[in-house]
């Protein structure tokens, strides 16, 4: 029971931070009312297993410098500029109970059907250079094999934090079979809106979710579909 009250302690804690940088960060325009305060640069990496079949995800997320010491001046000891391995846990669980409900920016397809992970048990959480760094792994909860058409984004629904691949190398898949085929995705989202200016409507430009899964850049990977 005190475990649990304090785990909403600290996730209030953290959502007090996410308050405070969104008052105070200067963050790029978009073209929709919400644009992200947080930047995080990601590294993804989808690892196979023998049986043809995704094994697991492994993300790795490093924050922006202001994010950083706004967390460190939060949970850390007055006028310390680094956090002990106390206080790195209480970070660590505070973000695995913040972004649950987020599914961990994960959106993971296979042939138009989406696909649920299971939670990761706990994340790693360190600094590198004074800069935020968080380590998680995640798995499908039902086997998914390589067939047909599968997409893995990464991305904030809510734009709040941009999670940015500033690498096509940052993302990563295992050995694939010959006769599957990748591309890295980035779409210019202006262009997005251009081509489908005339479908969009109010509540597209009002509600940042639709705009986010459009703009956020993401790894196709296509495969034989496989037996019937």
Not at 10 to 25: S, V
Not at 53 to 78: C, M, N, P, Q
Not at 131 to 143: G, K, S, W
Not at 192 to 208: K, M, Q
Request: charged share 25%; glycine share 4%.
């Amino acid at each position: 029971m005190k475990r649990n009250i304090l785990m909403r302690l600290e996730a209030r804690r953290f959502l007090t931070i996410l308050l405070i940088a969104m008052l105070m960060a200067t963050a790029r325009t978009f073209p929709l009312k919400a644009h992200p305060h947080i930047l995080a640069e990601a590294h993804l990496e989808i690892v196979l297993n023998a049986t043809g079949t995704v094994d697991r995800l492994k993300h790795l997320w490093r924050f922006d410098e202001f994010f950083s010491s706004t967390v460190i001046l939060e949970f850390g000891a007055a006028g310390s500029m680094e956090l002990d391995e106390e206080e790195l846990d209480a970070v660590s669980r505070t973000i695995h109970t913040s972004l649950a409900d987020f599914n961990y920016f994960q959106s993971i397809e296979s042939n138009g059907e989406e696909i649920v992970m299971r939670p990761p048990a706990g994340l790693r959480a360190y600094f590198d250079d004074l800069q935020l760094i968080v380590e998680f792994e995640t798995e499908p909860r039902d086997p998914l094999p390589l067939r047909g058409s599968l997409t893995f984004g990464i991305y904030d629904p809510t734009l709040f934090t941009a999670i940015e691949f500033q690498e096509d190398e940052h993302i990563s898949i295992g050995r694939l079979p010959a006769d599957c085929d990748t591309a890295i995705i980035r779409p210019d989202p202006y262009q997005v809106i251009a081509e489908n200016r005339g479908s969009l409507t109010e509540e597209f430009f009002n509600d940042p979710t639709d705009y986010a899964a459009i703009s956020a850049t993401r790894l196709e990977v296509a495969c034989p579909p496989g037996p019937e």
